[in-house]
């Protein structure tokens, strides 16, 4: 991954990995304790797959970095989480 263009949006490689394994798998969201709370297809298990998970990551920050330029297009400040 280009960790200069990942600067600003942390997290987004682990996000893009989640969702290609979500995928993958057909489970979406699993309780703490758990338990699949959904599930979109029969199990199946996860095949690493770097060249989609770029795609994904890719996508995420290219989205993220739009909606920055929209907000300071339009004067809106986002809220931060600190």
Not at 19 to 26: D, N, P, R
Not at 55 to 62: C, I, K, S, Y
Not at 67 to 77: E, F, I, K
Request: a negative charge; charged letters at 15%; aromatic letters at 8%.
């Amino acid at each position: 991954m280009n960790h200069g263009s990942n600067a600003g949006y942390p997290g987004k490689g682990s996000e893009a990995f989640s969702l290609v394994k979500a995928e993958q798998t057909g489970l979406w969201h699993v309780a703490p304790h758990g338990t699949e709370l959904e599930r979109t297809s029969s199990p199946s298990g996860p095949v690493y797959n770097a060249g989609e998970i770029r795609t994904w990551h890719d996508a995420f920050v290219a989205l993220l970095s739009r909606l920055g330029n929209c907000d300071a297009a339009s004067g809106v400040t986002p809220v931060s989480q600190s």
